[in-house]
C-alpha cells in the first residue's frame, strides 16, 4: 500500500517515461516508520511520564492503591502506527485488535492496546472501530467502566466516540474549533487531561 501511494505521489510530477528509484521508495518507507518522520507534540512525553507514574500509583497525587485504568489507541492508519510511537520512547504492550496477545500484561505500559483502522476493517467515526478497541480492555464486561476518548477531529474522535457510546473531549490545541456544534467539552493540552483524570473527570 506504502509502495502504492509514493509511486502515485511521484507520478503526478515524473515524466511518463520516468520510474521512481527503488531505493528512494525504500528510504521514505524507512523514515515514515520511525520518529524521523515525525515529531510529538510538546506535552506528550510529559503526559505519558506522569500517566505511567499515575497508574503505578507513585505519583505524588496518587491515592492508596493504583487506579484501574487501561489506555489504548484508536487510530485511522496502517501498522506502522506502534512502531513510530515505540521510536519516540512510548511503552507499548502488545494487545492489538486482530493480531497479538490478548492477555492483559502484569508490566506497566504507557499504551496497553492499539486498535487500528487497518485491523477493524472501518475508520472513525464508525462504531465498529470503538467497539474493537473496548473488547480489548480487561475491564470490558464491568457494567460500571467509563470509556473515554481524546482527540484533535469534531467528527472522526469526539462525535464518533459518542455516537458509539464513549464519553469523548475534543483535543483542541489551537482552537481551531471553537465555534463546532453541538459544543463539544475541549481541552487545549494533554496536561488538562492529566489533571482532569487525578480529579475523577
Known amino acids: 500500500m506504502a509502495i502504492a501511494v509514493i509511486k502515485s505521489t511521484f507520478s503526478a510530477v515524473l515524466p511518463s517515461s520516468a520510474t521512481v528509484?527503488?531505493?528512494?521508495?525504500?528510504?521514505l518507507i524507512r523514515r515514515f516508520s520511525t520518529n524521523e518522520g515525525y515529531d510529538l507534540y510538546d506535552d506528550v512525553k510529559p503526559f505519558f511520564e506522569h500517566l505511567r507514574d499515575w497508574k503505578r500509583g507513585t505519583?505524588?497525587?496518587?491515592?492508596?492503591?493504583?487506579?484501574?485504568?487501561?489506555?489504548?489507541?484508536?487510530?485511522?492508519?496502517?501498522?506502522?502506527v506502534s512502531t513510530i510511537l515505540g521510536?519516540?520512547?512510548i511503552r507499548l504492550d502488545n494487545r492489538r485488535y486482530g493480531s497479538g496477545s490478548l492477555?492483559?500484561?502484569?508490566?506497566?505500559?504507557?499504551v496497553d492496546s492499539v486498535t487500528l483502522s487497518y485491523d477493524v476493517g472501518f475508520e472513525k467515526p464508525n462504531r465498529m472501530i470503538f467497539d474493537a478497541a473496548r473488547s480489548l480492555s480487561p475491564f470490558a464486561t464491568e457494567g460500571d467502566t467509563l470509556y473515554l476518548h481524546i482527540g484533535d477531529c469534531p467528527m472522526d474522535d469526539y462525535q464518533g466516540a459518542r455516537e458509539a457510546g464513549w464519553e469523548s473531549i475534543l483535543l483542541d490545541r489551537d482552537r481551531n474549533h471553537?465555534?463546532?456544534?453541538?459544543r463539544p467539552q475541549r481541552m487545549r493540552h494533554l496536561g488538562?487531561?492529566?489533571?482532569a483524570l487525578r480529579m475523577g473527570l
Open 178 to 182: 471553537k465555534d463546532t456544534e453541538p
Open 87 to 89: 521510536s519516540h520512547g
Open 59 to 80: 505519583d505524588a497525587s496518587s491515592a492508596e492503591s493504583p487506579p484501574r485504568v487501561h489506555v489504548g489507541i484508536i487510530s485511522n492508519s496502517d501498522d506502522r
Open 192 to 195: 488538562s487531561l492529566m489533571e
Open 21 to 27: 528509484p527503488e531505493s528512494l521508495i525504500t528510504s
Open 103 to 110: 492477555v492483559a500484561s502484569q508490566d506497566t505500559f504507557d
